[in-house]
């Protein structure tokens, strides 16, 4: 969606600050922080997103109750602290992918669920329509919460790999895809890292992923997309971390299956 609202011209650059397009940030520590810095999250911010701890900011921020007039998420966000300058340090904050749907609304002056039916839902022929969960001001909860069938989750990931067309028209800027799937930040994991949004791995492969099971994979040089929707009973248990591990292997394993089925019919 920020793609679109480039391309659509509603923001300038990556490179402008967030507090540029969401003034209630004026002021805090999002003064400092880049489009692009939030997308990569590598803004430096202070975040805590341990799942089990009721007292980290991803268990917080989803009580909190904003002040007068203000967006949920930004009310708590800008009251943030900084860890580190920005970009030199990701760390994932699912309170910034939150951030990021604000900036959308913000820029365009549209619903987020609104803008992703005018420009991929609708034109793109999806066949069912998807919710969205809305937050405590009334806003869709971006960083999560979007259920869609299983076979629309595998659309958008053809909408993906097939450069970012809907309707026969480019959404999304020229080299947008390219930059948002390759390793942008490292995460500190060997073969893997962070686009903007997506979790890429060395090999040219990059992924959706949700904390349940949730996700869509995508492979460009097999022209392969694994859509995949599930129901962990915790996000960040050791049953959770090892079914995550499963699931990769998973991916692994139809990677092999087709390489094998191609070797066999030449």
Not at 15 to 33: A, F, T
Not at 126 to 148: H, K, N, V, Y
């Amino acid at each position: 969606m920020v793609g679109a609202a480039i391309k659509d011209g509603y923001i300038k650059s990556i490179d402008d600050k967030v507090s540029d397009y969401i003034p209630d940030l004026k002021g805090s520590v999002y003064d400092d922080v880049t489009i692009k810095q939030l997308l990569t999250m590598t803004s430096g911010v202070k975040w805590n997103e341990d799942y089990g701890d009721p007292k980290s900011d991803v268990a917080l921020f989803n009580s909190h109750k904003a002040e007068p007039g203000v967006n949920v998420t930004v009310s708590y966000m800008r009251k943030l602290k900084r860890e580190v300058p920005p970009g030199t340090k990701w760390v994932y904050k699912t309170g910034e992918t939150n951030l990021i749907g604000v900036l959308v609304s913000s820029a365009t002056k549209k619903n987020l669920s609104d803008y992703l039916s005018e420009k991929i839902w609708r034109p793109f022929g999806m066949e069912r329509d998807a919710s969205w969960l809305l937050g405590s001001t009334g806003q869709e909860i971006s960083g999560c919460c979007l259920q869609a069938s299983t076979r629309d989750f595998a659309r958008f990931g053809l909408f993906i790999l097939g450069g970012g067309m809907a309707a026969g028209k480019p959404v999304l800027p020229e080299g947008w895809i390219a930059a948002a799937t390759t390793k942008q930040a490292d995460i500190g994991e060997a073969g893997y890292g962070y686009g903007y949004q997506w979790w890429t791995m060395d090999d040219g492969s990059y992924a959706a992923r949700g904390i349940f099971g949730q996700g869509i994979f995508i492979n460009p040089k097999r022209k392969l997309i694994i859509a995949s929707n599930s129901n962990w009973p915790k996000a960040s248990d050791r049953q959770g971390a090892n079914q995550a591990k499963k699931r990769l292997a998973f991916f692994k394993q139809v990677q092999l299956a087709i390489d094998k089925e191609a070797k066999a019919t030449k």
